[in-house]
């Protein structure tokens, strides 16, 4: 009796550390101490190699199932003096960034920014930012991002998915990027 009920214990304390250990409610955690940043990202995805490129982008990783989904952080140099404030209303650093999407007329490329709100999160400003993304001959694309200026550096974390998949992991993506920071 006492043999099994320590089975059974033992086996929920396991199940218990492993599940603290792979991540908060689907999502597991990744911090780059040398550019000052950490999100959550969803448990499943994996790093992709990124080689270091013009367009400042740090870190790419991608869901293994729906390979599709994806996120990026893209690092680039700001003005030391400037805040994000500085660089505009949420709308419209959003339609800037809208702009910068769809400058490549031969891609034909649709972007629509649906939503662009600011957040502060202990004294520092972030730019969430929706987007619907329409390419020629693929299916449409739901994106989120946040955006924020520290040291010098604009910070954009970006998510993808495709619209069809929206409704499903809205939430999750909703979290993850809500949960990045630069510090």
């Known amino acids: 009796m006492f043999k099994s009920l320590r089975i059974v214990v033992l086996t929920l304390i396991s199940l218990t550390l492993f599940s603290c250990s792979i991540g908060l409610g689907g999502l597991q955690s990744y911090?780059?101490?040398?550019?000052?940043?950490?999100?959550?990202?969803?448990n499943g995805w994996v790093g992709v190699d990124v080689k270091q490129s013009s367009q400042g982008v740090d870190v790419i990783f991608r869901d293994i199932i729906e390979p599709t989904e994806n996120l990026s952080v893209i690092v680039s140099d700001v003005?030391?003096?400037?805040?994000?404030?500085?660089?505009?209303?949420?709308?419209?650093?959003?339609?800037?960034?809208?702009?910068?999407?769809?400058?490549?007329?031969?891609?034909?490329?649709?972007?629509?920014?649906?939503?662009?709100?600011?957040r502060e999160v202990e004294g520092q400003t972030y730019y969430n930012l929706e987007y619907e993304v329409t390419l020629p001959n693929q299916e449409q694309r739901h994106n989120l991002?946040?955006?924020a200026v520290s040291r010098g550096k604009l910070f954009t974390f970006n998510l993808s998915?495709?619209?069809?998949?929206?409704?499903k992991v809205k939430d999750l993506f909703e979290t993850?990027?809500?949960?990045f920071s630069v510090y």
């Open 31 to 42: 911090v780059d101490a040398g550019d000052g940043y950490q999100f959550l990202y969803p």
């Open 79 to 118: 003005d030391k003096e400037k805040t994000l404030s500085d660089l505009g209303t949420p709308t419209e650093v959003g339609y800037y960034l809208l702009k910068q999407m769809n400058n490549n007329q031969e891609t034909g490329r649709q972007v629509d920014l649906i939503n662009a709100e600011s």
């Open 145 to 147: 991002a946040s955006i």
């Open 161 to 167: 998915t495709l619209q069809k998949r929206w409704d």
């Open 176 to 179: 993850s990027v809500n949960s």
